[in-house]
Every structure is written in C-alpha cells, then in structure tokens.
C-alpha cells in the first residue's frame, strides 16, 4: 500500500505549488532587501553621489521582488489555486 506521503511526494503539481510559494516567498524576501539596501545606504554613506547609487541599486532589488512575487501571484491565479 503506498502511504499519503509518497504519493504527495511524486504528484507534480504538488512539487509545482511548492515551487511557486518558493518565488512568491523569494519576491518578499527581495522586497525587504531592497528596503534594507536604501535605508542603510541613506544611514552609513556620507556623499550624496553614493548614496544615490545605493539607493538606486535598493529600488532595483525592490522592483526585481515586486516583480517576482506578481508573477508568481498571477501564475496562482491562472492555475486556479
């Protein structure tokens, strides 16, 4: 008899969901970073010219989640799930 485990273990939409909560979770992660990313640069740098790049690369990072977490929202969604 094969146990509730295996058989969830080898469904491939149970690895699917997995995966998508996985870069839904990847795209908050990045979205906190990036936040990290410019409120330490506006603390810790002295010149404006660094702070601006820092800050900048922050809302990269932030954007790059945002845009992760979406998708993996939008891929949900067009599953029915």
Do not use: C, Y
């Not at 509730?4 to 990847?26: H, I, V």
């Amino acid at each position: 008899m094969v146990g509730a485990e295996s058989f969830l273990d080898d469904n491939p939409r149970t690895r699917q969901f997995e995966g998508r909560k996985g870069m839904k979770l990847a795209g908050f992660l990045l979205l906190v970073a990036g936040w990290a990313i410019v409120v330490s640069a506006l603390a810790l740098l002295p010149s404006a010219g660094s702070r601006t790049a820092f800050a900048l690369a922050g809302m990269a990072v932030e954007l790059l989640g945002l845009a992760l977490a979406v998708r993996s929202h939008l891929v949900l969604e067009a599953e029915g799930e």
